[in-house]
């Protein structure tokens, strides 16, 4: 299930260094802005998107637990499961067998039950943040997401002829989040809503939402009129902004 809709946009401040897109490793020198909302834990939310140069570009589109964009995001191409399926048509498949390789509670297999890792959020070395930008840097947790929602103002505007929300901290200062729709073999919804995920894989245990299940992470989605955390397919491809809690 995929929600269509549409929300967000504007404005920039205070930060220490530059939004470009330089594909640092783990542990060499940031050079990535960021905003403290003055939100209660203290979270700092990057000025623009992974892979992006400015806060109005969209970025990289990523499968949930990808670190790299690639050109089909269906569920044929995701790293972390392997499907033998028959195609019945364009984006529809019957799936015979289902493997999963990683991050997940349990599998049903001819068998029978296969127990997973249940591991429910991702390890660095498969955080799209934390690999293209170091290791400062990591997408957000469900929590983070639920604070930047509740405690912040967003308005729907446009910034240099991007639509997407301004989000407004408790300390009066912004981020700007383009609506940079999402990816299967082709962009859709862009400049409409946006769908940005966070690093935690659905949980009746943390957020309960009726259809969710482990083939799902928990997103960032708004549209013109609302914004929520939500739930998609983790195969889609999806923009990411990053997050960090320390300065130095």
């Not at 949930?64 to 019945?88: L, M, R, S």
């Not at 405690?151 to 240099?160: G, P, V």
């Not at 991007?162 to 407004?168: A, D, E, K, P, S």
């Not at 397919?233 to 990053?242: C, E, I, K, L």
Request: with cysteine; hydrophobic share 35%.
């Amino acid at each position: 299930m995929k929600k269509i809709l549409l929300l967000m946009a504007v404005v920039l401040p205070f930060v220490f260094v530059s939004c470009g897109d330089d594909k640092n490793e783990p542990d060499t020198p940031d050079k990535h802005e960021y905003v403290d909302l003055g939100l209660p834990s203290g979270t700092l939310w990057a000025t623009c998107n992974v892979g992006a140069d400015s806060p109005e570009q969209y970025g990289d589109y990523f499968s949930w637990g990808e670190v790299a964009p690639k050109e089909n995001y269906e569920w044929p191409y995701y790293k972390w499961a392997h499907w033998v399926y028959d195609t019945i048509s364009d984006h529809h498949y019957h799936v015979v067998e289902e493997t999963w390789y990683k991050y997940f509670v349990e599998d049903w297999t001819e068998n029978g039950i296969v127990k997973g890792d249940c591991k429910m959020e991702l390890d660095p070395e498969d955080d799209a943040a934390y690999v293209n930008w170091g290791s400062k840097w990591r997408m957000p947790t469900l929590e983070q997401f639920q604070e930047l929602v509740e405690n912040c103002d967003w308005q729907w505007t446009n910034r240099k002829g991007v639509n997407g929300q301004l989000v407004t901290g408790p300390n009066g200062k912004s981020i700007f989040l383009p609506a940079a729709g999402g990816r299967i073999d082709h962009l859709y919804n862009d400049g409409i809503c946006a769908y940005y995920w966070s690093r935690t894989l659905c949980s009746r245990d943390k957020l309960a939402i009726e259809a969710a299940d482990q083939h799902d992470a928990y997103i960032l989605f708004f549209d013109s009129w609302s914004n929520e955390v939500w739930y998609d397919t983790r195969t889609d491809g999806q923009t990411v902004r990053a997050v960090r809690t320390s300065r130095k």
